[in-house]
């Protein structure tokens, strides 16, 4: 590294966010890169570490540390302190097909596994990824990839999200036919109407499919395949067909008064959301309005976080979160040494939006929701909830008892469940699943039990990270280019 006392002579500057009380008006995106001076002195704390833990991506007591792209992170660190962008650029792209994204919505597990944060603090990865690709767009270095030669194999990808849309890049690249089917009306996934616009515009996602159909790449959306086209006619039609349809059957909360109208799912409530607003600017109305209510979001995780985000722009009377884990430690505890992923109290952007609009954070920690009461038309009218214990016993199971005496009833006309996924939605497609519903493939193929037909994401590994989702394509387009052209791993 040029500077090896860089992590001791500049702190860490994570980069700014737009003032809060202006972005809780907007949908456009919130975070603003600092300027290129600062962000070269963050690379320059990148360590001679020797050991680069940030960019080998693994699994440690069920949380991802370092990067699962294998992103080469010390590299462009340093070219990025040395003021040399376009390789910083290069090296980049040769291991992550779509750093604008990573940059964006990916949590950063290499700042977990990051050395410096023994001195003090990691170094500010994700926001030097961003900086670079920002960089390499303005500057016009990101031209379409048009593979040199064509072979005459074709193949289908089920899905546009981050495993689709990296497995269509990367059999492309190998010369072959790629159409990307996608159920919904714009190409995406989750990165369309998953996550709100105010963390990725959607002009950055256009931008990108621009750059996929310049390369050759035919993309085909309002087609369920299964229910539409069934998946043995793209058999017939095709070489090899690979499924990247994400796992995203919600998981339910079978509670009393479940039924109550104004009860939704999260990722329901987000897409419509986000649908109305490209389509009309909200002018059509088709979306589930806050708009002066009292809202409840049970979960903890990054989709709960993204619907206070949202229900705080639609200006709803009251929010509050329900988190069933206690409240994390200011700093990791004895249980949770580096380098695993750290497990502490942390205020998102979207908590951030609901402390500028109430003044509080939102979240009720160690909490559950016990019943929904309603009111004479069947509609949800508030939450009954208590406070829970949570004793983890021998082999990590968790086991949950509520408190007595903890009962509170919260008024609310409209809650949202975001307490994670339950697996892929296959029943039309009739292929195997395993015991967590994820798609079965055979041994470390990525093949399924039906020859020629692949799975990669969150189909195959359940619902995990966007890095985790690039990675997986990389490898299944691998093993789907052995299998087409009679190649071995």
Known sequence: MGSVTGFMD??????????????????REISVLPPDRVLREQASRCMDCAVPFCQNGSELAGMTTGCPIYNLIPEWNDLVYRGRWKEAYERLSRTNPFPEFTGRACPAP???????????????????????????????????????????KKVAVIGSGPAGLTCATVLNQHGHQVTVYE?????????????????????????????????????VTNVEVGNQVPLEQLQEDYDAVVLCIGATRP???????????????????????????????????????????????IGGGDTATDCVTTAVRQNCRSLVQFDIYPARPKARSAENPWPQFPVIHQVDTGQQDAIAKFGHDPREF?????????????RVSGVKSAEIKTTIVKGGEKIREVIP?????????????????EGAETESLGIATDQRSNVEVMGTTYQTQRKGV???????????????AIQEGKEAADECHNY???KTS
């Not at 977990?112 to 690709?133: D, F, H, Q, W």
């Not at 002018?283 to 209510?293: C, H, P």
């Not at 160690?366 to 069947?378: G, I, M, V």
């Open 251 to 297: 998981r339910n909360f079978e509670i009393p008064g479940r039924e109550a109208a104004g009860i939704h799912y999260a990722m329901d409530y987000l897409h419509l959301n986000t649908k109305s607003y490209l389509d009309s600017g909200f002018q059509d109305q088709a979306y589930i309005s806050a708009e002066n209510k009292d809202v409840i979001v």
């Open 183 to 219: 159920r919904a009306d714009r190409v995406g996934g989750l990165l369309t109407y998953g996550i709100p616009k105010t963390k990725i515009e959607q002009e950055v996602v256009d931008r990108r499919i621009r750059l996929m159909e310049q390369e050759g790449i035919r993309f």
């Open 366 to 378: 160690a909490t559950t929701a016990l019943e929904f009461t309603y009111d004479d038309r069947h």
């Open 110 to 152: 290499c700042e977990g596994g990051c050395v410096a944060s023994l001195a003090n603090e990691p170094v500010t990865i994700k926001n030097i990824e961003r900086a670079i690709i920002d960089k390499a767009f303005e500057e016009g270095w990101v031209q379409p990839k048009i593979p040199s030669e064509r072979s005459e």
């Open 454 to 468: 692949f799975a990669a994401g969150d189909a195959r590994k359940g619902a995990s990270l966007i890095v985790w």
């Open 484 to 486: 087409i052209t009679g």
């Open 10 to 27: 500049h702190r860490r500057n994570a980069g700014n966010y737009r003032d809060t009380d202006e972005r809780i008006k907007d949908w």
């Open 405 to 421: 005496g903890t009962e509170k009833v919260w008024p609310s006309q409209l809650v949202l469940l975001a307490i994670g996924f």
